[in-house]
């Protein structure tokens, strides 16, 4: 079963860090590009950030919103995706859920996780 | 507030036609493809249609997706009880070099 499930979630004072992890079963992250996407409490999705696959340098891209806060980054020898948030404010509690891109359907989000929850409080 | 415009609400009676919009501008909408993701009451989202009009694997063609301009619109026929959800609308925005979401119709059946 393709399968993707997020871990790392926790309650950071504002300005720490945390480093969420997302874990593939099913496929190989590999020919990939992978996303997270995070949802605060009561809101609309928001898309974070993605790395593209080592075709494409495993670059990454990143929202405003948290652009130099976060980065994100893969091993595909673990076949895992991480999500390295620094500078954590208030503003980002949400659910961030990882989710895989599939070329075939024109890098729509085809594969998400259950979601793992990061609050944000002092 | 989202750079992607989606009224907040809709709904319909069973069997009834629904139609959600999308408005965007040429920086994202009209220069790329729009994605439609569900969300069912506390699940993780799904992806609905893809490259504005395509339907992925297992998704009923009662839904249907279009676009014009820097507009897009999903529709769902038959309306179900089940189609009660939220539903995104996506794509890339080259001003911002990154996905966008809209902000997400919440469609009831009533």
């Known amino acids: 079963e393709v399968q993707l499930v997020e871990s790392g979630g926790d309650l950071v004072q504002p300005g720490g860090s945390l480093r969420l992890s997302c874990a593939a079963s099913g496929f190989s992250i590999r020919d990939h590009y992978m996303d997270w996407v995070r949802q605060a409490p009561g809101k609309g999705l928001e898309w974070v950030g993605r790395t593209r696959n080592r075709a494409n340098t495993y670059s990454t891209e990143y929202a405003a919103s948290v652009k130099g806060r976060f980065n994100v980054s893969r091993d595909d020898s673990r076949n895992s995706l991480y999500l390295q948030m620094n500078s954590l404010q208030f503003e980002d509690t949400a659910v961030y859920y990882c989710?895989?891109?599939?070329?075939?359907?024109?890098?729509?989000?085809?594969?998400w996780g259950l979601g793992t929850t990061v609050t944000v409080s002092s | 507030q989202s750079i992607l415009t989606q009224t907040p609400s809709a709904s319909g009676t069973p069997g009834q036609r629904v139609t959600i919009s999308c408005s965007g501008s040429?920086?994202?909408?009209?220069?790329?493809?729009v994605y439609w993701y569900r969300q069912l009451p506390g699940t993780a989202p799904e992806l609905l249609m893809y490259k504005n009009d395509q339907r992925p694997s297992g998704v009923p063609d009662r839904f249907s997706g279009s676009k014009s301009g820097t507009s897009a619109s999903l529709a769902i026929s038959g309306l179900r009880s089940e189609d009660e959800a939220d539903y995104y609308c996506?794509?890339?925005?080259?001003?911002?070099?990154?996905?966008?979401f809209g902000g997400g119709t919440k469609v009831t059946v009533l």
């Open positions: 040429s920086s994202n909408i009209e220069s790329h493809y």
């Open positions: 996506a794509t890339w925005d080259d001003s911002l070099s990154g996905r966008v």
């Open positions: 989710a895989r891109e599939w070329q075939p359907y024109f890098y729509g989000m085809d594969v």
